[in-house]
């Protein structure tokens, strides 16, 4: 179905995006989006098939042809529910700014015949950026790519990077100044300022954007820690809608 762009007049609004294997999206507007429960969904189906394999009969393969359909259809509409609610948290007329995901699972570094690694090998993003796009584009939203790398080891108060600023999955600690947030949010505030900063070096601005050339260097309001306290001390619970 063919549907003229809507006349949207230009917030000047940027959203970074940062997506994962565990924690499908999340937003530089502090949106956690996405369900645990597909990680689980997905894993159920896996041991299924794992163990119809070894089974090996007829009727066995037969199971096998259904599963891979609905495994199929379950992800396409994990994309479909995903990338809704992001356009759904996103001011119209704004710019969204994701990762450019090609050829990632050539440049993932993950150790071999582990769940991560399957699962990387499965992630459906280049369909899910298609659905994300559409859906976009319906309300007056721009999409772009940019290059993920360093996005989770950098620090998006002092841009100090380090591989071991991230403590944990879900937990980045600045070994530099003492910054503290969830390392996906924290991905998600250098996602978009990697763009602002591309924009700066031509010489654009937007408005409501950030006008420097580099990460930012001021902290947002409510995030992060003054250096020195305890990591005990820290709040490093997701956030949920």
Known sequence: MSIPDPVVAPA??????D???????????????????????ERRIFRLKRKLQAKGTKSAKRHLRKLSGKLLRQRKDHD???????????PAGSTMVVENLTHIRSRARMKKKTESQRRLHSWSFAQFHAFLTYKAQEKGIRVVKVDPRHTSQTCSRCGHQARKNRRSQSLFL????????NADLN??????????????????????????????????VGEGQAPGLSRGGLDTRPHTL
């Open 187 to 220: 991905a998600s505030h250098n996602i978009r300022e990697k763009y602002l900063s591309s924009l700066a070096s031509l010489g654009i601005s937007l408005v409501g954007g950030s006008s420097s050339s580099g990460l930012s260097s001021q902290p947002l």
């Open 174 to 181: 600045c070994r530099e100044c003492g910054y503290c947030l």
């Open 80 to 90: 479909h529910v995903l990338s809704k609610r992001i356009v759904a948290h996103t």
């Open 19 to 41: 997506l994962g294997l565990n924690r499908p999206a999340v937003t530089s507007n502090k949106q956690f989006l996405g369900e645990r429960r597909w990680k689980e969904q």
């Open 12 to 17: 000047g609004k940027v959203v970074g995006v």
